[in-house]
Structures are given as structure tokens and as C-alpha cells.
């Protein structure tokens, strides 16, 4: 398996597959990049300083009898705990 000394090799960037292998590899790490200037340009500010009270005082006024938020409540509840609520008994007109 000897070359002749009339055939040249090219040089490795003269290969068309070169560039399809690294292709790949290049695209990752411009859409890397790219997504890090997004990250870094367009960082989000904290909502509000008192966040966590706010969402208590939210859910103590669902929990005050907003029948339209009942279904939600009830299958958030027994999600997170388990425990099947106990089904409300209409009263008979």
C-alpha cells in the first residue's frame, strides 16, 4: 500500500467529511454560546421582595369560599397529601 510519488496528500481542510464530522460539534457550541448570551443578557428581577407572603395571603383568600376554586383546591390537597376529602352532602329542598 504505497502512494505514488506523483499522487500529493491535500491538506486536512481540503476533505469535505472533515467538515461534516465537525459540523456537529460546531453547531452545539454556537448555540451554547448563544444561549448564554440570552441567559446572561435577560436575566429576570425578583417578582417582589415579600413573595412568600403574598402567596399565603392568596391562598388564605381561595380558601374562603370561592366555590368556583373548590374542584382545584380539593385535587391540590389530596395531591400533596393523599387524604381523599370527605364529599359534602347536599341538603334536600
Avoid: C
Wanted: charged share 15%.
Amino acid at each position: 500500500m504505497s502512494t505514488s510519488p506523483t499522487e500529493t496528500s491535500r491538506p486536512w481542510w481540503r476533505y469535505g467529511h472533515v467538515w461534516l464530522v465537525l459540523a456537529g460539534p460546531l453547531a452545539v457550541v454556537i448555540a451554547g454560546l448563544v444561549t448564554f448570551g440570552i441567559a446572561v443578557s435577560g436575566a429576570d428581577a425578583l417578582v417582589s421582595e415579600d413573595y412568600y407572603q403574598r402567596g399565603l395571603d392568596i391562598n388564605r383568600s381561595q380558601e374562603g369560599g370561592n366555590a368556583s376554586l373548590a374542584p382545584a383546591l380539593k385535587a391540590r390537597n389530596h395531591a400533596a397529601t393523599g387524604v381523599v376529602p370527605a364529599t359534602p352532602v347536599a341538603p334536600r329542598p
